[in-house]
T-cell receptor, first 112, second 112 residues
Framework: EPEVTQTPSHQVTQMGQEVILRCVPI?????FYWYRQILGQKVEFLVS????????KSEIFDDQFSVERPDGSNFTLKIRSTKLEDSAMYFC??????????FGDGTRLSIL | GENVEQHPSTLSVQEGDSAVIKCTYS??????FPWYKQELGKRPQLIID?????GEKKDQRIAVTLNKTAKHFSLHITETQPEDSAVYFC???????????FGTGTRLTIIP
């Protein structure tokens, strides 16, 4: 069964540094998402992306965040100047038209 | 915006017994309700979903019921097994939006 893949599995970064989290969605999917989950808490929506543009974003997704689909396979989340409170598990998800969202295994981001 | 409440936060059940997890939602425009199972350190995995034009859906030992009038939906697991132990999240979505709003999760423990 095809899966959403995310790299790296764990990223450790100094506060203030930029970080890029990478995702390869399932190949025939057209809708892409980033969610985050702070340890022990619920999954929170960050942003959705369709047709090469952001279709929806949450209040968490402020100017320090950006997303990009640089080629036909990758989907990235960039955090420009990381803060301690950005420490969380970040999940990428994708879906086909009128189908459920499928999640990747996540990237654990630790900000020191 | 949508708010999803989930109860209980923890649930312990004897192996073989049934487990029920309940969620309520606030936005009457929500019309899609998936349930995700998340094992420790793993991705949320879709286990069942229901759309608002259906009142109940079953897949082997798992069933979901939806009461649109009361704005609540429930997950039922029958004949529970140790491998059912995990955190379960409900979620709600309006087909007009991309955002999945998750509940706070239920940690289900199956006692052998």
């Amino acid at each position: 069964e095809p899966e959403v893949t995310q790299t790296p599995s764990h990223q450790v970064t100094q506060m203030g540094q930029e970080v890029i989290l990478r995702c390869v969605p399932i190949s025939n999917h057209l809708y892409f998402y980033w969610y985050r989950q702070i340890l022990g808490q619920k999954v929170e929506f960050l942003v959705s992306f369709y047709n090469n543009e952001i279709s929806e974003k949450s209040e968490i997704f402020d100017d320090q965040f950006s997303v990009e689909r640089p080629d036909g396979s990758n989907f990235t989340l960039k955090i420009r100047s990381t803060k301690l409170e950005d420490s969380a598990m970040y999940f990428c998800a994708s879906r086909a038209y009128d189908q459920p969202q499928h999640f990747g295994d996540g990237t654990r981001l630790s900000i020191l | 915006g949508e708010n999803v409440e989930q109860h209980p936060s923890t649930l312990s059940v004897q192996e073989g017994d049934s487990a029920v997890i309940k969620c309520t939602y606030s936005d009457s425009a929500s019309n899609y309700f998936p349930w995700y199972k998340q094992e420790l350190g793993k991705r949320p995995q879709l286990i069942i979903d229901i759309r608002s034009n259906v009142g109940e859906k079953k897949d082997q030992r798992i069933a979901v019921t939806l009461n649109k009038t009361a704005k609540h939906f429930s997950l039922h697991i029958t004949e529970t097994q140790p491998e059912d132990s995990a955190v379960y999240f409900c979620a709600a979505k309006n087909f007009g939006n991309e955002k999945l709003t998750f509940g706070t999760g239920t940690r289900l423990t199956i006692i052998p």
